[in-house]
């Protein structure tokens, strides 16, 4: 079964400074990969995704994320954080081959932002 | 055009009551999914439907959850005799074909407290 892990539960980063979360998966190809948002009060918003070519994606909101096969990861980073991307970000993988959308989380990073 | 819906925002209920969590999808959407999210965790598979049907419902914990569908667009998931540990967000998602990642679109969810 496929599995998801984002070894950080809470960063802290100032405002300006560079943020890099961490996600690592266990599956046995390569699955799709997605990062999402969620704000208090405020469904799941999709940053990006990953399906296959470019391992650099670019995604809302100033975001990118980096696949490594080598390394099974697919972390997320921006090079300038504002105030406003304070929330939980969630990691997840979808599986290639079937009918449907279904997805497999991580336990989520939850990102303070100090002014 | 209207988001995902999910009513109660907030539902308190006693150990042993009975629940009813509804769903209100994008109109046309005709895949939608439930997933719960515990506290601290990311958001867990519950149950997929496409149109009326459950297409899987292998993240239902145990015989006490239920979800409907009847008319292939609100969908309401019960859950009989409740525990304490039912305790949980629950999330509301859909997408206008079933394997639409690009698009798959999440309600705020509804917080579940069983005293």
């Known amino acids: 079964a496929q599995s998801v892990t984002q070894p950080d539960i809470h960063i802290t980063v100032s405002e300006g400074a560079s943020l890099e979360l961490r996600c690592n998966y266990s599956?046995?190809?390569?699955?799709?990969l997605f990062w999402y948002v969620q704000s208090p009060g405020q469904g799941l918003q999709l940053l990006l995704k990953?399906?296959?070519?470019?391992?650099l994606v670019q995604g809302i909101k100033g975001f990118e994320a980096e696949f490594k096969r080598s390394q099974s990861s697919f972390n997320l980073r921006k090079p300038s954080v504002h105030w406003s991307d304070a929330a939980e970000y969630f990691c997840?993988?979808?599986?290639?081959?079937?009918?449907?959308?279904?997805?497999?989380f991580g336990q989520g990073t939850i990102l303070t932002v100090h002014p | 055009g209207a988001g995902v819906s999910q009513t109660p925002s907030n539902k308190v209920t006693e150990k042993g009551k009975y629940v009813e969590l509804r769903c209100d999808p994008i109109?046309?959407?005709?895949?939608l999914y439930w997933y719960r999210q515990s506290l601290g965790q990311g958001p867990e598979f519950l149950i997929y439907?496409?149109?009326?049907?459950?297409?899987?419902d292998s993240g239902l914990p145990n015989d006490r959850f239920f979800a409907v569908r009847p008319e292939g667009s609100v969908s309401t998931l019960k859950i009989q005799r409740t525990e304490r540990g039912d305790s949980a967000v629950y999330l509301c998602?859909?997408?206008?074909?079933?394997?639409?990642?690009?698009?798959?679109?999440f309600g705020p969810g509804t917080r579940l407290t069983v005293l």
């Open positions: 998602a859909s997408s206008l074909v079933p394997l639409d990642y690009n698009e798959q679109f």
């Open positions: 599956y046995g190809a390569t699955p799709y």
């Open positions: 990953y399906f296959s070519g470019d391992t």
């Open positions: 997840a993988v979808g599986t290639p081959g079937t009918s449907y959308g279904k997805l497999t």
């Open positions: 439907f496409q149109g009326t049907g459950a297409a899987d």
């Open positions: 109109s046309g959407h005709t895949a």
